[in-house]
């Protein structure tokens, strides 16, 4: 009897300091890097301006919606054991925000903010630009070029084989040649939602009659299923890495056995100056503004000749190393920073739930699945021949199916990859701009 009250002494001992053991540890956790007590502070602040439409209509209203929604998520899809392994902060910021538009959860004044923000002053071109120009000017000019000039062979290969695997699928589902490639292939490697589906939509409004919104309406679905096909193999493939360490970069795409460590060195790195940082941004803006007057002159998408002209600079050595430091500073600012926010805006705006559940079926979705995993597969086998590790190019070539610079910042966050941003774009960019106008002359030639 003695034993047994000793026992429950001691578990009434034990029992208050293991609950303030458990509090101490939840008052130690951190959402993102905010204190979780300070962060549900400022989530409450948010939410009770939001619902009383006292919502500042402005660029800090909208990126107070995001960054809440953004670090709460990201952090979520962090701590759940199956889903971090497969991108899940990115699965989670991109669909949860497109679930909850699509059952009214927001506020109209909410939705009217995070639009300012992400289309009228366009936070989404901000950040990729960012991200592009900052780590090319950050990057070693070898493996740049080389990176560059080896990746075009595994997007064709991967694309080729997109096309057939994506065609014989179509018609073991009863989908038809012609739509299984205009509506469900071309839409995944078209290059994202504005750089892709939007031109095809008022391509084919043209050729096949109609209005472009029907044909957005039927072109969005696949792209979608494409580019969440595209983060779960990303994510995938970067397990993959870890496990077989010999298949994995860690975030190189150029093999090299002779000098190795040459392209593991960083020419932009140093201690973090904040006048470079600033300076760095200017010359962020600098080439984005670039880009778009050269495309009035050539015709070629303005972030196109943003990347080709930054790689220029970097190879010929025209920006000063100070403001290359500041560009990849200000980079890195925002890829540990605005990526998630970035993705919790574009699954409100940009990913229409509707549309994805109209067309929804099980032949589809599969169709959607052999296109990405037969493009990354392609590459995933080719890159050893082309001394390139086979991780990083099949995640790389995978950015084909994403949605534009959207999908890249997707793909490349789920597997912890965002140096690789330049070579993603590349794929995008060029491959979808590729794809586009392949698609449409194709359509107007066979619809005469």
């Known amino acids: 009897m003695k034993q047994i009250n000793a026992q429950l002494g001691c578990e009434r001992q034990t029992s208050?300091?293991?609950?303030?053991?458990?509090?101490?540890?939840?008052?130690?956790?951190?959402?993102?890097?905010?204190?979780?007590?300070?962060?549900?502070?400022?989530?409450?602040?948010?939410?009770?301006?939001?619902?009383?439409?006292?919502?500042?209509?402005?660029?800090?209203?909208?990126?107070?919606?995001?960054?809440?929604?953004?670090?709460a998520l990201a952090h979520l899809g962090k701590s759940i054991p199956l889903l971090r392994e497969i991108g899940g902060?990115?699965?989670?910021?991109?669909?949860?925000?497109?679930?909850?538009?699509?059952?009214?959860?927001?506020?109209?004044?909410?939705?009217?903010?995070?639009?300012?923000?992400?289309?009228?002053?366009?936070?989404?071109?901000?950040v990729i630009a960012s991200l592009v120009v900052g780590s090319i000017l950050g990057m070693n000019r070898v493996i740049l070029i080389q990176g560059m000039i080896r990746m075009f062979v595994p997007l064709l290969a991967g694309t080729l084989s997109a096309v057939a695997t994506g065609l014989l699928v179509g018609q073991l589902f009863g989908y038809g040649v012609y739509h299984t490639f205009f509506f469900i292939i071309v839409p995944i490697i078209g290059g994202g939602i504005g750089e892709g589906i939007l031109p095809l939509s008022l391509a084919y409004s043209a050729i096949l009659g109609g209005t472009p919104d029907l044909y957005?309406?039927?072109?969005?679905?696949?792209?979608?299923?494409?580019?969440?096909?595209?983060?779960?193999?990303?994510?995938?493939?970067?397990?993959i890495g870890m496990q077989r360490r010999t298949l994995s970069g860690d975030g190189m795409l150029i093999r090299s056995a002779q000098d190795n460590a040459l392209f593991t060195r960083q020419e932009g790195g140093g201690a973090v100056n904040f006048h470079w940082m600033g300076g760095g941004l200017l010359v962020i803006c600098a080439f984005f503004i670039v880009g778009g007057l050269f495309e009035h002159l050539v015709h070629i998408p303005g972030p196109v000749l943003m990347i080709l002209?930054?790689?220029?600079?970097?190879?010929?050595?025209?920006?000063?190393?100070?403001?290359?430091?500041?560009?990849?500073?200000?980079?890195?600012?925002?890829?540990?920073?605005?990526?998630?926010?970035?993705m919790i805006g574009l699954g409100?705006?940009?990913?229409?739930?509707?549309?994805?559940?109209?067309?929804?079926?099980?032949?589809?979705?599969?169709?959607?699945?052999?296109?990405?995993?037969?493009?990354?597969?392609?590459?995933?086998?080719?890159?050893?021949?082309?001394?390139?590790?086979?991780?990083?190019?099949?995640?790389?070539?995978?950015?084909?199916?994403?949605?534009?610079?959207?999908?890249?910042?997707?793909?490349?966050?789920?597997?912890?990859?965002?140096?690789?941003?330049?070579?993603?774009?590349?794929?995008?960019?060029?491959?979808?701009?590729?794809?586009?106008?392949?698609?449409?002359?194709?359509?107007?030639?066979?619809?005469?």
């Not at 549900?40 to 995001?66: D, E, H, Q, R």
């Not at 957005?216 to 397990?239: C, E, K, Y």
Request: net charge positive; proline share 5%.
């Open 89 to 126: 902060p990115a699965i989670l910021c991109l669909m949860v925000p497109s679930v909850l538009v699509y059952f009214n959860a927001f506020q109209p004044n909410v939705l009217a903010t995070v639009n300012l923000l992400m289309k009228e002053a366009n936070l989404l071109y901000f």
């Open 309 to 342: 002209f930054a790689v220029l600079c970097k190879y010929c050595r025209i920006i000063p190393a100070s403001m290359e430091n500041g560009a990849h500073s200000f980079y890195k600012f925002v890829s540990a920073a605005l990526v998630w926010p970035l």
């Open 348 to 448: 409100m705006l940009y990913v229409p739930l509707e549309n994805v559940v109209a067309v929804f079926s099980v032949g589809y979705v599969v169709v959607c699945g052999s296109v990405v995993l037969s493009m990354g597969l392609v590459s995933f086998l080719i890159a050893p021949r082309l001394k390139m590790f086979p991780v990083e190019a099949a995640i790389v070539t995978c950015c084909h199916s994403g949605l534009g610079g959207t999908g890249d910042v997707a793909i490349l966050s789920a597997s912890n990859r965002m140096g690789l941003m330049p070579f993603a774009q590349i794929a995008t960019r060029i491959g979808g701009a590729s794809t586009v106008i392949g698609a449409t002359l194709l359509l107007g030639w066979l619809t005469r």
């Open 16 to 71: 208050p300091s293991d609950s303030s053991g458990i509090m101490q540890q939840i008052r130690r956790m951190d959402i993102g890097t905010v204190p979780i007590a300070l962060f549900i502070t400022i989530c409450a602040i948010v939410a009770i301006s939001a619902y009383a439409n006292f919502l500042p209509k402005n660029m800090i209203g909208g990126l107070a919606v995001i960054m809440t929604l953004g670090f």
């Open 216 to 239: 957005v309406a039927q072109l969005a679905p696949a792209a979608v299923l494409g580019n969440i096909f595209a983060i779960v193999s990303a994510g995938v493939l970067a397990r």
